[in-house]
């Protein structure tokens, strides 16, 4: 059957992999409905004025669009320098076109600005991992050990919704008697299956997590053993938990002394145990040292390196550990090497082909980037910043007042609409490639179909236009994937020992993999830590107030997050009949008491405002939020035209959990 031209109709069936186990959500099970919708982007588009926004995109030839952009990338390099130039990418693309990107830009265009989604995402708990541990790998064990725990702490999580064929392994342990205790504002699925339910007011996770280390140490729960063999740097966050005792805590968080003393009692006496992070926690101004106040934690109780135990940190987007793994980051070279260290740029160089001197340093990360007056041509693939980024009105504004700007994406997204070149992609089963999942398995996407006659993946476009700028590059994902083995190998994320082969064969492979003959690494830090003495690193943090907190104009406090139904920015799952149906609108979730005093009802419409902007959302009641918090999903416009991008000083990650909001009913037909 086939609904639009040249696109063979596709039907998803469930496999019993490793991972998911056949299981799927229902954004897997509706994704083949994308690659035949009525929608789809199927030729190039530019503006049928060049340089005038605001006329209409009409359809061209691949030649004309590539000789657009060729064009206005050379002007803006020769008048404004090579910085001037930059790209955007995606978690979304798989581990070959990441590379290509990372390399297109540092290599052809030798520009520092490229960043990606996952600044936005995962950086916290990235920045984290590393310096404690020295390895960010989401998760330092295979997911289906989680059901082997007989403690998990979740803090900031709601797998039910956001990843549900996780939940086979948490609804496993609870089978046998694990106890799960869940740290979030909101009553979500996740948390209403929970053993403990703990709400804090957003942004103070860090003095969560303080305080239970302040108990444990009181207790006598802590691994002196372990400490003392296997890291260093106890002594100095011993000191500062001093100062959160539990009634401090609880004042600050809002969490009853109860609830952390019997946390800490679970965690310390019902092991295995885990901790396991998400955005919750992370997407804060203070983000890394709230996953490093987590870490500090599970390594004081010695839970770190020991079977179905440990810290870990959910990867959400499908190539979220890939895609910050191999150059479309800011300041990273392929392998999770560092731009800014002479022998990672001379490896990389040398595979290259480049003297390690023509490599740029480290750029923007991606808020900044996309503010800077001194950007002035700008490639997207696979984002659609205008709805996920914070402050997203004045995002939209420096999009706008851009020289150039080109989009590559299946859709016209809400980005896409103010690009001057549009460039239609080939979606997950036309192309091939690589994905790293959140175990930091690699696995393989295989070509079910092939694109469209007039659709070009995005490892094709990078080359074409590399080619027209004078760099010639495989558009060959296999080629491209053995270049990334070679450029990777000896470092943090080492890819030299897999190959396709083995990645069927074996269902995937874990790195690091050194050698072909190496058997890959499941679970990471039983022997020692990849840290120059071997040891993780206890850090210091203190808690401190969001970067915006309530006042008398402002007085509740907005966080973001997810739907069951819909996923990122919504430009694919939006387009879904079944999912729309189910979810066709954003809706705020406000808790009764907190609607009662400003005359609102179930189903009535709202109007969020911040400094930033103002929202419209409709209303949904439930107790199971704070009354003093108000939470929005980032799936539809709207909810990031209010969000605070105040930056984590390390990871520079935008604080979407926590900004200050003033709520009123909305009149139908008034802005």
């Known amino acids: 059957m086939t609904l639009t031209p040249g696109i063979p109709r596709v039907r998803l069936e469930p496999r019993d992999f490793p991972v998911n186990k056949g299981g799927l959500c229902a954004k897997g099970f509706s994704a083949a409905d994308l690659l035949d919708h009525r929608d789809r982007l199927l030729t190039p588009l530019v503006r049928k004025e060049p340089g005038d926004r605001r006329s209409p995109l009409r359809e061209a030839t691949w030649d004309e669009a590539l000789t657009r952009i060729t064009e206005a990338i050379t002007t803006a390099q020769r008048d404004h320098g090579r910085d001037s130039v930059g790209a955007f990418g995606g978690g979304g693309l798989t581990n070959e076109k990441a590379y290509a990107l990372g390399k297109f830009v540092r290599v052809t265009l030798r520009s520092a600005s490229i960043d990606y989604n996952g600044r936005f995402c995962m950086s916290s708990a990235a920045t984290a991992a590393n310096r404690t541990l020295g390895i960010d790998r989401g998760l330092p064990f ?61 942004g103070t996770d860090l003095a969560l997590a303080n305080g239970l280390l302040h108990i444990a140490i009181r207790a006598g729960y802590v691994d002196e053993d372990f400490i003392r063999t296997r890291t260093t740097g106890f002594e100095a966050v011993k000191a500062s938990a001093t100062a959160y005792w539990p009634e401090r805590v609880e004042r600050l968080t809002g969490v009853p002394e109860n609830r952390l003393r019997e946390t800490v009692r679970l965690l310390a006496t019902q092991g295995p145990a885990m901790i396991l992070t998400a955005r919750g926690a992370e997407q804060h101004s203070n983000g890394t040292d709230t996953a490093q106040a987590y870490l500090n934690l599970a390594l004081a109780l010695g839970l770190v390196g020991r079977p179905f135990s440990g810290y870990g940190t959910i990867t959400g987007q499908g190539n979220g550990q890939g895609g910050r793994e191999h150059g479309q980051k800011a300041d990273q070279l392929p392998g999770y090497r560092k731009l800014d260290d002479p022998a990672a740029r001379a490896h990389v160089a040398a595979v ?29 693939l696979a984002s659609n910043i205008v709805v996920s980024a914070p402050n997203s009105n004045l995002v939209r504004s420096k999009l706008e007042a851009l020289d150039f700007f080109v989009v590559s994406d299946i859709f016209r997204s809400e980005t896409a609409e103010l690009a001057d070149v549009v460039l239609p992609t080939a979606q997950w089963a036309e192309e091939e490639g690589t994905m790293t999942n959140l175990e930091g398995r690699v696995i393989r996407r295989k070509r079910a179909l092939p694109p469209p006659p007039d659709v070009r993946t995005d490892l094709e476009m990078l080359a074409d236009l590399g080619r027209r700028l004078g760099r010639v590059e495989s558009s060959d994902p296999r080629t491209v994937f053995d270049e990334l083995r070679r450029a990777s190998a000896g470092g943090i ?26 058997p890959g690494t499941p679970r990471l830090f039983a022997d020692g830590f990849p840290t120059p003495d071997g040891r993780a690193r206890f850090i210091r ?30 430009t694919q799952t939006r387009r879904v009949k079944a999912l729309t149906v189910a979810l ?49 999903p980032f799936h539809w416009p709207g909810a990031n035209a209010l969000t605070n991008p105040a930056l984590d000083p390390h990871s520079r990650m935008p604080a979407f959990k926590a900004c200050a909001v003033a709520i009123t009913l909305h009149t139908e037909g008034t802005d």
């Open 584 to 632: 066709p609108e954003a809706r705020a979730e406000i808790h009764p008491d907190l609607a009662r005093r400003h005359g609102i009802a179930d189903g009535d419409l709202v109007e969020l405002r911040s400094r930033r902007g103002v929202a419209v959302l409709r209303a949904r009641l439930s107790d199971g939020i704070r009354p003093d918090t108000v939470f929005a």
């Open 142 to 202: 295979p997911i289906e050990d989680i059901a082997h725990a007989r403690t998990v702490l979740l803090v900031g999580a709601n797998p039910a919704d956001a990843m549900p064929p996780s939940m086979q392994y948490l609804d496993a342990g609870r089978e046998v008697g694990a106890r799960h205790i869940v740290v979030d504002p909101r009553r979500t699925n996740t948390a209403a299956g929970a053993h403990l339910h703990l709400q804090p007011l957003p």
């Open 352 to 380: 290259w082909g480049i003297d390690p001197d023509d490599l740029p340093g480290p750029g923007r990360s991606a808020y900044e980037m996309l503010t800077d007056d001194s950007l002035r041509v700008l490639l997207v």
């Open 541 to 570: 943090v203190e808690h401190r107030d969001p970067a915006e907190t309530p006042d008398r104009q402002y007085p509740y406090v907005l966080t973001t997050g997810r739907n069951m139904q819909h996923y990122q920015s919504g």
């Open 493 to 518: 994320a080492d890819y030299a020992g897999i190959t396709y082969e083995r990645i069927e064969a074996e269902d995937g492979v874990f790195w690091p993999c050194p050698a072909e003959d190496h």
